[in-house]
């Protein structure tokens, strides 16, 4: 269940990142003008949201934090390693607070690999049956 959990982190995250970079790609002689460093403005000076949400729905997103996550489920699945406890909580914590503040977007899809982690840990702690 692990694994799964990871795999479809790390879906999700690419699949967000290919899709925000593809968007951005053609516009970015107009996000850009002078190159990439500075190029976004603080966020409490909205005086170019275009450049604002190219980042903020690329980089700037939760999609690396999301994609790096779902890697280190993986490689611990992989070893055999065990997860720090309430990982799977933790992930649905962070997935309700955001599809409360954002509930249309694909937050939803973190649901899926939440529940994953939680069952996969309520049934890592079960006594084995004789």
Do not use: Y
């Not at 970015?28 to 949400?53: E, K």
């Not at 914590?93 to 694909?106: D, F, M, R």
């Amino acid at each position: 269940m692990e694994l799964w959990a990871g795999r479809l982190l790390v879906f999700v995250a690419a699949t967000h990142l290919l899709l925000a970079i593809i968007g951005i790609v053609p516009h970015m002689g107009s996000l850009a003008p002078d190159g990439l460093l500075g190029a976004v403005d603080p966020p409490w000076n909205p005086q170019h949201p275009d450049r604002q949400a190219a980042f903020w729905t690329s980089l700037g997103s939760f999609a690396g934090p999301q994609l790096l996550w779902g890697l280190w489920i993986i490689r611990s699945a992989s070893t055999g390693q065990r997860l720090p406890g309430s990982t799977g909580l933790a992930l649905l914590i962070l997935t309700v607070v955001q599809v409360s503040l954002a509930p249309v977007g694909g937050f939803w899809l973190n649901l899926l690999p939440a529940v994953l982690l939680i069952a996969a840990e309520v049934s890592g702690r079960m006594p084995a049956r004789a």
